[in-house]
Nanobody, 126 residues
């Protein structure tokens, strides 16, 4: 069984920072692509960031580029999302997702991730 657990969410003021963690069990993250998605109230879930399992290559949504940083610690089987300069529009439930092998083409599409965490709430006040 593959299980992902997000943590690190909370309530912060605009301009503040949070670091989210995604800890995995039943899987070795070194072999997986890991992504972060978020879902704001009343909106569809959207892609935030992803990191390639084998390399340091990262990808970000335009809305968070330059403010968020995804990183990986394979020894701890954990992926992080450092969120700086937070804005009220970043308020959402943030989900960790993992996929592969076998690897897919578009990891901005949530449908290619078979494993998901339950989410952690991030609230940014204005």
């Amino acid at each position: 069984q593959v299980q992902l657990v997000e943590s690190g969410g909370g309530l912060v003021q605009a301009g503040g920072s949070l670091r989210l963690s995604c800890a995995a069990s039943g899987v070795t993250f070194a072999s997986y692509v890991v992504g972060w998605f978020r879902q704001a109230p009343g909106k569809e879930r959207e892609f935030v960031a992803r990191i390639r399992w084998s390399e340091t290559y990262t990808d970000y949504a335009d809305s968070v580029k330059g403010r968020f940083t995804i990183s990986r610690d394979n020894a701890k089987n954990t992926v992080y999302l450092q969120m700086d300069s937070l804005k009220p529009e970043d308020t959402a439930v943030y989900y960790c997702a993992a996929g592969g092998p076998p690897y897919q083409t578009n990891y901005r599409d949530e449908r290619v991730f078979p494993h998901w965490g339950r989410g952690t709430q991030v609230t940014v006040s204005s």
